[in-house]
C-alpha cells in the first residue's frame, strides 16, 4: 500500500479552527511568552494537562515573572509543587529561575542553549526553542510518538524505537510556524489520535495514517511488556510533642523526595518490618503505638506499603527535626505520601 506523504499545512489548518486554549498558551500565529512555556513544560513532564492547570496558575499568580521565581524560597516553591510529583523538577525549576535570572532574566532562545539550563533535556529544549521563539526543532511527546507511529505503521515496540519515531517527527516538522505544528501534534495525539479509541474520521490526516488504512490504529504503539512493580515497605513515626506540635525532618537533597518534608520513618526495602527493627529507627525513646491499617502510595518504579507508629514526647527538642502545629502542615513541603501519613495519623487519633 504506497505512502501518502502527510501535508503539514493540513494539520496547521485544523490546529487553527480546533487547537485547545491553555493558560500557558499564545493564540496560533503567535510565538509563547518564554517564561510561560518553560514552566508548563517543566510542570507537564510525567504530568496530565488537566492535573497541570491550576498548579500553573498558582505558580504564576505567586512568581508572575522569572525573577520572582528565581527570588522565592526554595521551601514555597516545593510546598506549592506538592501533589506533581518527581520533586526533582521542583528543585530545578527553581535553579533555572535563578539562572535565568542572573542572566538578565531572558531564556536563551537556542536548543543548545537552553539544554544547558538546569532540568532541561532535550524534549523541553525543543519545545520551547519552537514555541516560544519560532525555531524550528523537533517536539516529541508521548502524544507526538503515537501519532508518528500510526502514520506511518511502524510496529517496533517503544521504548526501543524511539529514535525511529523522532526521525519521521523530524521530516514532518515544517521550517514555518514550527511552534503551532509542534502544538499541533500534541493536540491531535491528546485530542483525536488517542490511546484507546482514536477518532479517525475527524484526524485532518486520515488519508495518509497507514494504521488506519490497516486497521491497526488502536494497537499502536507496541510497547515492551513492562515489568512487574515491586512492594516496599516501611514504618513512619507520628511523634507528637508539647501543645500538640509533630516531628517532621528534610530529606537529603539528593535521591528521590530529594529535599521535602518527612515524617521520620525507616528506610524503604523489599522485606516487611517488624517491630523490633523498626523501633531502631525511632526518633525518640518513647512508647509506640502501631496504628491499625497502612497507608500505600505508588510511585514510577515501586508500590510503597508504610505503618504507622504514634508516640508522645514531653520535650519538642529541635535537634531531632522541625516541630510543626498539626494545622501549619500545609505550610510544609510534604510530598504526597506525608500527607497520606499525616491523614492516616489523624484519622486514627
Known amino acids: 500500500m504506497p505512502q501518502v506523504f502527510p501535508d503539514p499545512r493540513r494539520l496547521l489548518d485544523w490546529y487553527d479552527r480546533h487547537h485547545r486554549t491553555l493558560p500557558w498558551r499564545a493564540?496560533?500565529?503567535?510565538?509563547?511568552d518564554p517564561y510561560r512555556v518553560w514552566l508548563s513544560e517543566i510542570m507537564l513532564q510525567q504530568t496530565t494537562v488537566q492535573t497541570v492547570v491550576p498548579y500553573f496558575l498558582t505558580f504564576l499568580d505567586r512568581w508572575p515573572t522569572i525573577q520572582a521565581l528565581a527570588a522565592a524560597d526554595l521551601d514555597d516553591v516545593l510546598t506549592r509543587w506538592a501533589g506533581l510529583g518527581y520533586y526533582a523538577r521542583a528543585r530545578n525549576l527553581h535553579r533555572c529561575a535563578r539562572a535565568v535570572a542572573e542572566q538578565g532574566g531572558i531564556f536563551p532562545d537556542d536548543e543548545d542553549s537552553l539544554r544547558a539550563l538546569p532540568g532541561i533535556g532535550a524534549y523541553t529544549a525543543a519545545a520551547i526553542a519552537a514555541i516560544a521563539f519560532g525555531r524550528k526543532a523537533t517536539v516529541v511527546d508521548g502524544?507526538?510518538?503515537?501519532?508518528?507511529?500510526?502514520?506511518?505503521?511502524?510496529?517496533?515496540?517503544?521504548?526501543?524505537?524511539?529514535?525511529?519515531?523522532?526521525?519521521?517527527?523530524a521530516e514532518l516538522t515544517p521550517d514555518e510556524r514550527?511552534?503551532?505544528?509542534?502544538?499541533?501534534?500534541?493536540?491531535?495525539?491528546?485530542?483525536i489520535c488517542t490511546p484507546r479509541t482514536p477518532a479517525c474520521a475527524l484526524c485532518p490526516?486520515?488519508?495518509?495514517?497507514?494504521?488506519?488504512?490497516?486497521?491497526?490504529?488502536?494497537?499502536?504503539?507496541?510497547?515492551?511488556?513492562?515489568?512487574?512493580?515491586?512492594?516496599?515497605h516501611g514504618a513512619a513515626f507520628w511523634t507528637i510533642g508539647p501543645d500538640g506540635v509533630v516531628l517532621l525532618r528534610r530529606r537529603p537533597e539528593k535521591g528521590l523526595l530529594g529535599g521535602m518534608m518527612e515524617i521520620p520513618s525507616t528506610p524503604w526495602r523489599e522485606m516487611p518490618w517488624s517491630l523490633e527493627e523498626a523501633l531502631a529507627f525511632a526518633p525518640s525513646r518513647t512508647?509506640?503505638?502501631?496504628?491499625?491499617?497502612?497507608?500505600?502510595?505508588?510511585?514510577?518504579h515501586f508500590r510503597l506499603e508504610m505503618t504507622v507508629l504514634r508516640g508522645r514526647v514531653s520535650d519538642a527538642d529541635p535537634d531531632l527535626g522541625t516541630w510543626c502545629p498539626v494545622g501549619r502542615l500545609g505550610d510544609q513541603a510534604l510530598p504526597t505520601i506525608m500527607r497520606k501519613l499525616a491523614h492516616h495519623a489523624q484519622s486514627e487519633s
Open 205 to 232: 490526516w486520515r488519508d495518509p495514517c497507514l494504521a488506519r488504512r490497516r486497521g491497526i490504529a488502536a494497537d499502536l504503539p507496541a510497547k515492551t511488556a513492562k515489568p512487574v512493580r515491586p512492594t516496599r
Open 287 to 300: 512508647r509506640w503505638t502501631v496504628l491499625p491499617g497502612s497507608v500505600i502510595h505508588v510511585f514510577t
Open 143 to 169: 502524544n507526538v510518538e503515537r501519532v508518528m507511529a500510526r502514520l506511518f505503521a511502524i510496529t517496533d515496540p517503544l521504548p526501543g524505537v524511539k529514535p525511529r519515531l523522532k526521525e519521521r517527527a
Open 178 to 191: 514550527p511552534g503551532d505544528y509542534a502544538q499541533a501534534v500534541m493536540d491531535l495525539g491528546a485530542t
Open 27 to 32: 493564540p496560533p500565529g503567535r510565538l509563547g
